[in-house]
Nanobody, 121 residues
């Protein structure tokens, strides 16, 4: 299991910025896929951004051009930089790691505890 500790959530005004952090208990270089999800009130959890080992990234259409996912290998941390925040971005944001567990012979899917982002005027 990979422990994921998230931080950075806050209350901000529309148009503001936040950077979320997700610290992993092992090298994220060995984690096949890192991702950020979010769950807004009354909605299902949705995928926001992904970062693969090969360096490719993907974003939900609703956040393209505003959010950026990145990895700091030395710090075992993945970030989500969020700019031009909208009220629709209000949600609990979760960090996710998907990786092959050779001991179990299966894929693992680990989650952080979530961090609250509230965008309101």
């Amino acid at each position: 299991q990979v422990q994921l500790v998230e931080s950075g959530g806050d209350l901000v005004q529309p148009g503001g910025s936040l950077r979320l952090s997700c610290a992993a208990s092992r090298s994220i270089f060995m984690l096949d896929d890192m991702a950020w999800y979010r769950q807004a009130p009354g909605k299902q959890r949705e995928l926001v951004a992904t970062s693969a080992l090969g360096g490719s990234t993907n974003y939900a259409e609703s956040v393209k051009g505003r959010f950026t996912i990145s990895r700091d290998i030395a710090k075992n941390t993945v970030y989500l930089q969020m700019n031009s925040l909208k009220t629709e971005d209000t949600a609990v944001y979760y960090c996710n790691a998907r990786w092959w567990d050779s001991n179990r012979g299966s894929w693992n899917d680990d989650w952080g505890q979530g961090t609250q982002v509230a965008v309101s005027s």
